[in-house]
């Protein structure tokens, strides 16, 4: 698919699209793939319950403390309070910075932990489910999205297991001290800390929702315009997609203006208790002081206290805004990993000190078998129909016929990477679909045109394919395909730096690392999309017949558009109105298929006036 129908799709779908409802349970899954730690979460709260305390400590020590200092008692009946006010004071940000250290590090691990599930799990699973996500939503599920069910932890959780410690706590000393004043204490911490952040979930659920998935697009719509800032601008595309770009930010902004006014109500709400709780203890607290009920120096504490109180339950309405964007987030991830078809057993840990299975060099003989296949995207038609082949090891094939009728279709589908419309495909008589994807990887290796390079070094690159590629490998492997002079001619050789998805080198460059790459690799079979792409045609039909003649043991299958290399070939498919038309070896072609020889003629006769 070109990256312009890839946009005009990601567009079309971005028109029609529905905030899909979140199902029930989707948290306690997502915080299942985070792996956290009961007793690390039990921690973190423990700790930032005594350092809020120590905070409402300080106030009821302080208030304490002015009062009875202003009744000029003696210095030394002072001592005491004066140094609980300074030890208050102090652990106040020393527990502080420790809960926070506990925190942070509970959610950047869980973070750590769900990202690697979310890779591992698309690796071993389905690929048609990364094949119908737009890279840039994409790459919102494994980056933003994952950020913000891990933000759950800190933003949530925390604050919610210190609110209602803390809650109790200062409700039953406020009360020991003036019943009626902690009885109202209670009731309007439950006001601030239940009702007004229960008020805010309500109003944001859908806005946040709504801005989940705007923010995902406006991340593809912007990704796209980036990537293929040329090709739009040639289409005359630039123009609507930053049209898009704009709708998309409009729909985080009336998302966050839909969810402003709860949120403003909450808090307006949380102010109101906070000034009840102060209100009622204050005209609670005078009779009883006149009455004898009541010592003035505790009025003052009675009073005093329950403004450091509402500190817990001023971030209250803010998390229950958190809940609801890393529900939605875990919504996302979760259609993303369910759509793999992977069994969902929780998080995925990896042991960095565990060592790694030995990796065999041994090619397995096993064929890949097409049975009346037909293929095409899962949302259009069949592009090709009733394909039969067999790719053994040691055997070449190769695809060749006009462009647009499917060869690359056809490539995905044999290499698991897209399903069947119809018929089967077979690895080691075993249906495709039945395998579990590392053994498809295992032994079919498929590079494409948008296979992609990372912003790394020439080496590492290459060990993608295999992760003990020596330098010498990395040499032959870049000299059999055509790049032996420029690796030498880097400034660092093979550990000279790639930008970003190989945007520094040329498109024939690119091409061919991807196929050293796909060399490396120890599958015994090699599906490659048009090797030859982007270099002259010389140099293009020297690069595959050498492909298709020196496979070193392994089956290759070329899909390609030119026919001058195809005498290599083993045999050879003519792909023509949606079907195999013909299959032979190149000669056998070139003698009974006119549309075949006159391919042939066309191409000998446009490389003479090329010359």
């Known amino acids: 698919m070109s990256a312009l129908s890839t946009i005009a799709a990601g567009r079309q779908a971005e028109e029609g699209v529905q905030v899909a409802q979140v199902p029930h349970g989707t948290l306690r899954r997502a915080l299942r793939l985070l792996g956290v730690s009961r007793r690390q979460v039990a921690a973190s709260i423990t700790v930032g319950t005594l350092a809020l305390g120590s905070a409402i400590a300080l106030a009821a020590v302080s208030a304490w403390l002015i009062a009875r200092a202003s009744q000029m008692p003696p210095v030394m009946t002072l001592s005491v309070a004066a140094v609980a006010v300074r030890t208050f004071g102090i652990s106040r940000g020393v527990l502080r910075y420790v809960e926070r250290l506990i925190s ?73 001290f003036w019943p009626p004043a902690g009885l109202a204490l209670a009731l309007c911490l439950v006001v601030a800390g239940v009702v007004a952040p229960a008020l805010t979930s309500r109003g944001v659920r859908t806005a946040e929702s709504r801005a989940s998935d705007a923010r995902a697009r406006m991340t593809a719509t912007a990704l796209g315009i980036l990537d293929d800032a040329g090709p739009l601008a040639v289409a005359g595309r630039t123009d609507a997609e930053l049209a898009g770009l704009a709708r998309q930010d409009a729909r985080i902004a009336a998302a966050v203006d839909a969810g402003a006014r709860p949120t403003a109500l909450a808090a307006g709400l949380g102010v109101l208790a906070q000034g009840v709780a102060v209100l009622v203890a204050l005209v ?101 129909t009733e394909v039969d082949l067999e790719l053994t090891v040691g055997r070449s094939l190769a695809v060749v016929g006009p462009s647009g009728v499917g060869k690359t279709t056809l490539l995905l589908t044999l290499a698991g990477l897209l399903p069947p419309k119809d018929g089967q495909v077979l690895l080691a008589g075993v249906p495709m679909s039945d395998l579990p994807r590392p053994d498809v990887v295992r032994t079919v290796v498929a590079t494409t045109e948008d296979a992609h390079v990372f912003g790394t070094t020439v080496l590492e690159n290459l060990r993608v394919a295999r992760g003990d590629v020596t330098p010498e490998q990395a040499h032959l492997a870049l000299a059999r395909v055509g790049l032996g002079d420029w690796v030498a001619q880097l400034p660092d050789g093979l550990d000279t730096l790639l930008g970003p998805d190989a945007r520094t080198v040329s498109g024939g460059e690119r091409r061919r690392l991807l196929l050293a790459r796909a060399l490396l690799a120890d599958s015994p079979l090699l599906l490659l999309d048009e090797p ?22 392994r089956g290759v299958l070329v899909v390609t558009h030119r026919l001058a290399p195809l005498a290599a070939a083993d045999e050879v498919l003519w792909i023509e109105d949606g079907r195999v038309a013909a299959r032979g070896t190149h000669d056998e072609l070139l003698a009974r298929v006119p549309g075949y ?13 090329a010359e």
């Open 532 to 553: 030859g792409e982007h270099l002259d045609p010389a140099s293009a039909d020297r690069l595959v017949a050498d492909l298709l003649r020196d496979h070193e043991g």
């Open 597 to 609: 020889a006159a391919a042939a003629h066309q191409e000998r006769t446009d490389g003479e006036e």
């Open 104 to 176: 942070h590090d509970l959610a950047l691990r869980g973070m750590t932990t769900l990202r690697t599930t979310v890779y591992a799990r698309l690796a071993d699973g389905k690929a048609e489910a990364v094949l119908r996500v737009r890279r840039g939503d994409l790459l919102a599920r494994v980056g933003a999205d994952v950020d913000a069910v891990g933000d759950l932890v800190v933003r949530g959780l925390v604050p919610a297991g210190v609110a209602l410690a803390l809650g109790i706590g200062t409700s039953i000393a406020m009360g020991l």
């Open 284 to 384: 609670t607290g005078i009779p009883a002081v006149r009455s004898g009920l009541l010592a003035p120096v505790e009025l003052a504490v009675v009073v005093l206290t329950p403004l450091a109180a509402f500190e817990a339950t001023s971030v209250l309405p803010m998390a229950a805004v958190q809940v609801q964007r890393s529900r939605a987030a875990a919504a996302r991830i979760l259609a993303l990993l369910d759509s793999t078809g992977t069994p969902d057993t929780g998080a995925v840990v990896v042991d960095e000190q565990a060592p790694s299975a030995p990796v065999s060099h041994v090619p397995l003989p096993r064929p890949l078998v097409a049975q009346s296949l037909a293929c095409g995207w899962s949302d259009g038609p069949a592009v090709l």
